[in-house]
């Protein structure tokens, strides 16, 4: 009796790892397929949140009508501006180290977003 209970456990805890680790390589390769790459649309930065690894470039393009920046925070660990970004424009900034950097842009300042560096 003992064993048995002790068998379904095992079954039990082996069977909810193989549905988390399903899971999880869901989420990181959609991840991956969404990579480096920030939208700007309807006044808004899409993702508003991304992760990528330090060395990465990330790019902002701007699908908008109208111009938009891509500007750090000043609390930010690192600095930059694209300056604006005319409709159809883009700007690459490269993170070299880990940390979260928080921007905003500078025309539409209620337009916020952050990267996280792994
Ligand atoms: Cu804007």
């Not at 390589?25 to 992760?51: D, Y």
């Not at 005319?86 to 977003?113: E, L, V």
């Amino acid at each position: 009796m003992r064993i048995h209970l002790g068998l379904l456990t095992l079954v039990g805890i082996s069977l909810l790892g193989v549905v988390a680790c399903g899971s999880d390589s869901g989420t990181s390769s959609a991840q991956a397929s969404s990579g480096n790459a920030v939208t700007i649309k309807n006044f808004a930065f899409g993702p508003s949140t991304l992760q990528v690894s330090a060395g990465t470039s990330v790019t902002w393009t701007n699908n908008d009508q109208t111009p938009h920046t891509s500007t750090a925070e000043k609390s930010s660990p690192a600095s930059w501006d694209s300056a604006n970004l005319a409709p159809g424009a883009s700007f690459s900034y490269t993170f070299a180290k880990a940390g979260t950097y928080t921007y905003h842009c500078n025309i539409h300042q209620y337009m916020t977003g952050s990267i996280t560096i792994h």
